[in-house]
């Protein structure tokens, strides 16, 4: 099983590497990228396996139970009693707030390939100092240690999640990891972020919704770990997207926060070098426009069913950062057509999804739309109507995969 979470494709490394036109030493990182990252997905698979999904917020004693008692109470004091601890749990379920345990600890990898990195450097911890310019002249542990806190703030302001296990989990993060290294993942337990190589790649820790991207894989392991290969894969990365872009969104100017008419769904607009002809990595509001450079090919995402690519498992893990261009757009469809703030919209109906339990490891697109559309509310037609545009219902049909 393949379980990286990696922002950048391999697919698109390998372009870069097969086509050969980028400069001699840019070509031969991408390749030392490429086999490093193929170390690091396979060191990984366990701490995946190891994480829990978290058990509800509920009572040892379930509700129902107190409901029974009450029902069949022998005495009025034994019905008021039951009566009262039913009225206390349900009181204690609709106000009980996670309590706030923001975290944080970047490391300076200080160019390691070591997976997990070594922690025996430590540029900032929660509430020390952002270090100076000189100590580290691209600032990408200042970028990690603030984006790591508009994206805990962002996940926990509207949707009480406290961490990415919701249990105050500490933010262990790396910066400089590996030479030259392209690209940003989380590990099961860590974030990570390479250099870029400022020739194609600019770094990663700049970018609000790649942290944030990476932030919810996390989130995503602990609520519905769907299993990084196809549909439920591209199900993994555009969850990733989706509340990567609402970060974006909010978090770049809280003061001022994008509307869905606002954004321009680009996720990693600031990836690219200067020279690289390229808006962004992945759009959502046009999935496969993003790049188009002879360098690094052309964004090859469907933006509806009907361009879905049947890929194999090696080939993107069967396609996981290209088939989300598929759920990218419905949610993209679903937020405009709410409209508003993407959070107070289609956000919380994605979030309900993904943490309702119901969301199996191998979900496919039909599945997890019909659990967007069931937990709509009153915008149930906006979403039935947003996915239809990208070709629900889809064969539900794992032969479809
Ligand atoms: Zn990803």
């Known amino acids: 099983m393949t379980t990286c979470c990696c922002i950048i494709p391999d697919y698109l490394l390998n372009t870069i ?3 050969g036109t980028a400069p001699q030493h840019i070509v031969h990182a991408c390749q030392s990228t490429l086999e490093k990252t193929k170390l690091l997905q396979s060191s990984r698979v366990e701490a995946i396996a190891s994480a829990q999904r978290q058990p509800p917020s509920e009572g040892i004693i ?5 409901e029974t008692i009450a029902r069949t109470a022998a005495t009025v004091e034994e019905r008021e009693a039951a009566l009262s601890t039913l009225t206390h749990d349900a009181k204690r379920r609709t106000v009980a707030r996670p309590t706030r ?7 300076n990898s200080q160019h390691s390939w070591d997976d997990p990195p070594p922690r025996d450097k430590i540029a900032i911890k929660e509430g020390g100092a952002l270090i100076s310019e000189a100590e580290d002249p691209t600032k990408d542990a200042n970028e990690c240690y603030i984006g790591l806190k508009k994206t805990y703030d962002f996940f926990f302001k509207f949707f009480q999640r406290n961490s990415i296990n919701s249990r105050g989990m500490p933010l262990d993060s790396f910066v400089h990891f590996g030479v030259h290294f392209k690209n940003a993942f989380w590990n099961g337990r860590e974030l990570v972020f390479g250099d870029g190589d400022g020739i194609i790649f600019n770094g990663f820790t700049d970018e609000l919704d790649v942290m944030a ?3 919810t894989h996390g989130v995503v392991q602990y609520t519905s770990p769907l299993d ?8 993994n990365e555009s969850l990733a997207d989706v509340f990567g872009i609402m970060v974006k969104q909010y978090a770049e100017n809280p003061d001022n926060p994008q509307t869905v008419d606002q954004s321009n769904w680009l996720i990693g607009e600031g990836i690219w070098a200067a020279g690289v002809n390229g808006r962004a990595l992945r759009d ?7 790049y188009d450079d002879d360098r690094i090919g052309k964004d090859d995402q469907p933006a509806h069913w009907k361009d879905f690519k049947k890929l194999d498992i090696s080939q993107d893990s ?4 290209i088939n989300s261009g598929i759920p990218n757009r419905a949610f993209y469809l679903a937020a405009t057509k709410i409209g508003g703030y993407a959070w107070e919209g289609a956000g919380p109906i994605w979030y309900k999804a993904l ?12 599945e997890f739309a019909d659990l967007t559309i069931e937990n709509a509310g009153k915008h149930g037609d906006e979403i039935k109507e947003a996915w239809q545009l990208v070709g629900y219902p889809f064969p539900d049909s794992r032969s479809e995969l």
């Open 101 to 107: 345990q923001l975290n944080r600890t970047v490391y």
């Open 284 to 290: 959502m509001k046009n999935p496969g426009t993003a």
């Open 62 to 66: 379930p509700p129902y139970i107190h």
């Open 318 to 321: 069967g396609g996981v950062h």
């Open 228 to 235: 990084y290969t196809f549909q439920s894969g591209s199900l």
């Open 17 to 19: 590497v097969e086509k």
């Open 355 to 366: 943490t309702s339990g119901k969301l199996g490891r191998n979900a496919t697109f039909k």
């Open 213 to 215: 991207h990476e932030f």
